[in-house]
């Protein structure tokens, strides 16, 4: 009687096939759950930094700090200086993460996951000595508007945004014609235009919608960014070029033109 020592060639190659079918249908629903998990510590660190918030605002008669907006001030990335020293709030390049730390008492809820997909390339455009982890918590942008704003002379705390994901530390540029960085549309009819093709952060836009990012194109991720309200609540945004998105939202006063 003859036995078999092993496996003949059509046998193996069955295997083989099994195995990349099995691949095929895995690796897709394994990059969807590490998108949900980095999705999910995402929105706890805003909720957290929304808690900071709020316990700041508490101890500050309920009025927003000075965002320093439309300043250099205040609209870095950083939270050290060149010899690692903590950094003033209204220093140079600083990041606003640093006036509510005393309330967290964590860096790293400032970061978001996903973020650091990005930190390469804004370390050196930012000339942040392009080391990316000096930036890895600050990945998230607040709402310059609501500079030294009295939060109780805001009618709907929970429509007015405060934070959310995005690759600049401070948004203050929603009323140009161009060059915009909010989620509203400008003049144009487009959102965050300086984001987009031609203009100076072109290469930055896929750093915004940022989650569960499904299309490769240059300006469309298929993805969502997280929104952090004035109330603490966090919310998803599917990828929008700004018409779902009421200015209301960063001006609840009509404040800014």
């Known amino acids: 009687m003859r036995y078999r020592n092993g496996f003949t060639l059509i046998e193996l190659l069955v295997v083989i096939a099994a195995i990349a079918l099995l691949l095929a249908i895995l690796l897709p629903a394994l990059g969807r759950?590490?998108?949900?998990?980095?999705?999910?510590?995402?929105?706890?660190?805003?909720?957290?930094?929304?808690?900071?918030?709020?316990?700041?605002?508490?101890?500050?008669?309920?009025?927003?700090?000075?965002?320093?907006?439309?300043?250099?001030?205040?609209?870095?990335?950083?939270?050290?200086?060149?010899?690692?020293?903590?950094?003033?709030?209204?220093?140079?390049?600083?990041?606003?993460?640093?006036?509510?730390?005393?309330?967290?008492?964590?860096?790293?809820?400032?970061?978001?996951?996903?973020?650091?997909?990005?930190?390469?390339?804004?370390?050196?455009?930012?000339?942040?000595?392009?080391?990316?982890?000096?930036?890895?918590?600050?990945?998230?942008?607040?709402?310059g508007w609501l500079t030294?704003?009295?939060?109780?002379?805001?009618?709907?705390p929970a429509e007015v945004l405060l934070a959310h994901d995005h690759v600049e530390p401070r948004l203050e540029n929603g009323n140009r014609p161009t060059n915009t960085d909010m989620l509203y549309p400008s003049v144009t009819g487009l959102n965050l235009t300086h984001y987009r093709a031609g203009a100076p952060r072109a290469p930055w836009y896929r750093g915004i919608f940022r989650h569960n990012v499904r299309a490769r194109g240059e300006f469309k991720t298929g993805g969502s960014l997280n929104l952090l309200w004035l109330d603490t609540h966090v919310t998803r945004l599917n990828e929008t070029t700004g018409a779902d998105v009421p200015k209301r939202w960063y001006d609840p006063l009509g404040k800014n033109p």
């Open 148 to 156: 030294k704003e009295k939060v109780t002379r805001l009618p709907h």
């Open 33 to 143: 759950a590490r998108d949900q998990a980095r999705d999910t510590v995402c929105k706890a660190h805003l909720k957290s930094v929304g808690l900071g918030v709020s316990m700041y605002l508490q101890d500050h008669e309920l009025t927003m700090p000075d965002l320093h907006t439309f300043t250099i001030s205040t609209n870095g990335h950083l939270w050290f200086d060149p010899e690692g020293r903590p950094l003033r709030a209204d220093a140079n390049r600083a990041y606003w993460g640093i006036i509510f730390y005393d309330y967290l008492r964590e860096r790293k809820l400032f970061g978001c996951p996903a973020w650091r997909n990005f930190c390469d390339m804004i370390a050196k455009e930012m000339l942040y000595n392009g080391d990316p982890k000096l930036i890895y918590t600050s990945a998230y942008a607040i709402n």
